[in-house]
């Protein structure tokens, strides 16, 4: 399924205040006579005093709710606090130490060990010790492959064709302004096309939980975040074109090099054309779900890691 890149610009991070409709206001609410500073100041002087302390209060502020405040902590926690300490993604292939080099590969497979053991005590204690009473957190581990999947599709198909309003959703913000740097980055006459070619092979690698203490929270309802790194292995192709338009006013298709390129009755890239850039890719995904005053939010993206290398294992 290919995905056409529609050039968009570049959603803004924060949602900016309007201005305040002055003009509209004062059409609106009765006009009031102007009084003198003198006459004002003798007014003034003829309220009780608790009459006034009554007004000054009534002048304050209101206090936010409980519920604002909650969510003000909320909006004040990042999405995206890195990759939780411990994560372990298992060498394989040329980067697995052979048997013949012994105190590597044994290093290795204690490593891997510990972290399987860590990860499923995390795992017991965010089911039934991160929050008392239910409904308890969902593990849904048989779902994450389907999902991981899902996710990189939307991923890269949004990213294809610029749209940075569903990388938002589905994205943490450090991954999101890496995305979001990219396509503003485009020229405006660039069209990218991704194809996801078969079923990709997706496995989980490594998946640990942990709670986070937000400050102002009641201990009833914790907060957390869980992390799943999933194995992805599938064929992709990813094939940039540049519109150009023709002598007839008609738009076509052209490479880097400014030659044309072979079209579908859709006028995108050839699915040809899609087979040949087509590469076999295997993908660490980082998958995240934040939990919330004992609620769970939607997994989203949390990036791309690599296989934990020999070095780092040695020097634990």
Same mark, same amino acid.
């Given at each position: ?24 206001? $004062? $059409? ?5 006579? &102007? ?82 053991? $860590? ?7 965010? @089911? ?9 957190? $969902? ?71 942990? @709670? ?21 292995? &599938? ?9 150009? @338009? ?48 004992? @609620? ?21």
């Amino acid at each position: 399924m290919a995905a056409r890149l529609a050039f968009r610009p570049r959603a803004a991070g924060y949602q900016q205040l309007r201005p305040s409709q002055q003009l509209l206001s $004062q $059409q609106l609410l009765p006009s009031q006579q &102007s009084r003198t500073f003198a006459a004002t100041r003798a007014a003034a002087a003829d309220i009780d005093p608790t009459a006034r302390a009554m007004e000054q209060m009534q002048k304050r502020p209101s206090t936010p709710s409980f519920r604002t405040q909650q969510k003000g902590q909320m909006m004040s926690v990042p999405n995206d606090m890195g990759l939780l300490p411990g994560t372990f993604v298992r060498p394989t292939g040329a980067n697995l130490p052979g048997l013949f080099d012994a105190k590597a590969r044994f290093a290795v497979e204690k490593a891997w060990v510990k972290s399987k053991f $860590q990860n499923t005590l995390s795992l017991v204690v965010w @089911k039934f010790f991160s929050r008392s009473g239910k409904p308890r957190p $969902q593990l849904s581990r048989r779902q994450v492959p389907a999902l991981g999947s899902g996710l990189l599709k939307e991923m890269y198909s949004a990213f294809a064709e610029g749209d940075v309003h569903t990388l938002s959703r589905i994205c943490t913000d450090g991954l999101l302004d890496s995305f979001s740097k990219r396509i503003a980055a485009r020229s405006p006459n660039e069209r990218i096309t991704w194809t996801l070619h078969g079923t990709p092979k997706v496995r989980i690698v490594s998946d640990c939980a942990v @709670k986070v203490p937000v400050p102002g929270v009641p201990k009833d309802k914790p907060c957390g975040l869980r992390q799943v790194v999933v194995r992805i292995k &599938s064929r992709q192709s990813l094939v940039r074109a540049y519109a150009r @338009k023709d002598r007839t006013g008609k738009e076509t298709l052209v490479d880097r090099a400014g030659k044309p390129m072979p079209v579908d009755d859709k006028g995108e890239v050839s699915a040809e054309v899609r087979e040949l850039e087509a590469k076999n890719l295997k993908e660490y995904v980082v998958l995240q779900r934040r939990m919330w005053m004992a @609620k769970e939010e939607p997994w989203r993206v949390w990036g791309l890691v690599n296989e934990t290398s020999i070095d780092k294992i040695e020097a634990q």
